[in-house]
C-alpha cells in the first residue's frame, strides 16, 4: 500500500511538473502600441497604457487565450519593426497601403477611416504657404511630401496642439479618430480651426492590424479572434468606453 501511495504521489508530481513546464514554454506574443495617439492609445493617470487599441488588443489576447507583452513605439517603427519580426503583431491603427502590404501582413478591417486636414481659417489643403504637421510614419506625411506640402513630421499626435497654438504650423493632417481629441485640446478653442475631409484613396480606407509577415497562422488566429469580440461585444464595449461614435 506504501508503495502504491508513493507511485501516486509520484503521477501526481510528474502531471503537476508538466503542467508548469507546458506553462513556462507557452508563447507571449510580443504586440506593439502607441503612447501619445488618444483616443486610440495613450498613457493614464496612472502612467499604464489606456485607449481603444489598447483595450482591443487585451480583448484579442483573451479570446486567443495567449499571454501578450504590450511596448511602446513610436508609429514610424511599426511597419520595419514588424517586418524585422521585433513585433508579433501591432495594435495600431493602420491603412493597408500597397507599399506596407509590401513588407508585413495585415489582420482583416476592423473599421474604415477618412483623414482630416485641421486648419486655421482661409488655410485650404495644399496651400502652397500653409505649414503643416503630420506623423512621422503615417500615411499622412507621406501623402504630403509626395505632393511637395511643406510638412514638419513630428513624432506623436498629441505634438499637434502645442504647434499649433504657437502658430509654428497652420494645419495639421490627422486620422479621422485623433482628429476628436484634439479639436478639444483647450490650448486651441481660441483658434476657430476649421475642419476639412479628405478622402483620397491614400488617406482614406480600411484600417488593420500589422502582423509579422512570417507569421500568417498568427493573422489567421488574430481575424477569429477579432469576430469573437464583435459577436460577443467586447468589441463595442470598448467603442463606447473610448468613442463618441460608432465604428464602421
Not at 510528474?14 to 486610440?40: D, H, K, Y
Not at 480600411?206 to 464583435?230: H, M, S
Request: proline share 6%.
Amino acid at each position: 500500500m506504501a508503495k502504491l501511495r508513493r507511485q501516486a504521489c509520484l503521477l501526481l508530481f510528474l502531471a503537476l511538473a508538466g503542467c508548469v513546464f507546458a506553462q513556462a514554454g507557452e508563447r507571449v506574443l510580443r504586440v506593439a502600441i502607441l503612447s501619445n495617439s488618444p483616443p486610440m492609445s495613450y498613457t493614464d493617470a496612472q502612467g499604464r497604457p489606456a485607449g481603444f487599441n489598447v483595450g482591443v488588443a487585451r480583448a484579442l489576447c483573451e479570446a486567443m487565450a495567449v499571454q501578450c507583452e504590450l511596448t511602446v513605439v513610436e508609429l514610424k517603427q511599426v511597419v520595419d519593426a514588424l517586418a524585422a519580426g521585433e513585433f508579433d503583431f501591432s495594435a495600431v491603427s493602420l491603412l493597408a497601403t500597397p507599399a506596407r502590404q509590401a513588407k508585413i501582413l495585415f489582420s482583416k478591417p476592423y473599421y474604415h477611416s477618412n483623414s482630416i486636414w485641421f486648419a486655421r481659417p482661409g488655410i485650404e489643403p495644399g496651400a502652397a504657404t500653409a505649414r503643416v504637421a503630420a506623423v512621422a510614419g503615417s500615411a499622412q506625411l507621406r501623402y504630403a511630401r509626395a505632393r511637395g506640402w511643406n510638412v514638419e513630421p513630428v513624432h506623436h499626435h498629441s505634438d499637434f496642439p502645442a504647434l499649433l497654438a504657437a502658430g509654428k504650423v497652420d494645419a495639421v493632417l490627422i486620422p479621422m479618430a485623433t482628429s476628436l481629441t484634439l479639436r478639444q485640446d483647450p490650448r486651441i478653442q481660441s483658434l476657430a480651426l476649421e475642419t476639412t475631409v479628405l478622402q483620397a484613396p491614400e488617406l482614406s480606407g480600411d484600417v488593420c492590424y500589422g502582423v509579422n509577415p512570417r507569421d500568417p497562422e498568427l493573422r489567421d488566429r488574430i481575424d477569429e479572434a477579432f469576430d469573437q469580440i464583435k459577436r460577443d461585444g467586447r468589441f463595442d464595449r470598448l467603442n463606447t468606453e473610448y468613442l463618441p461614435f460608432r465604428l464602421q
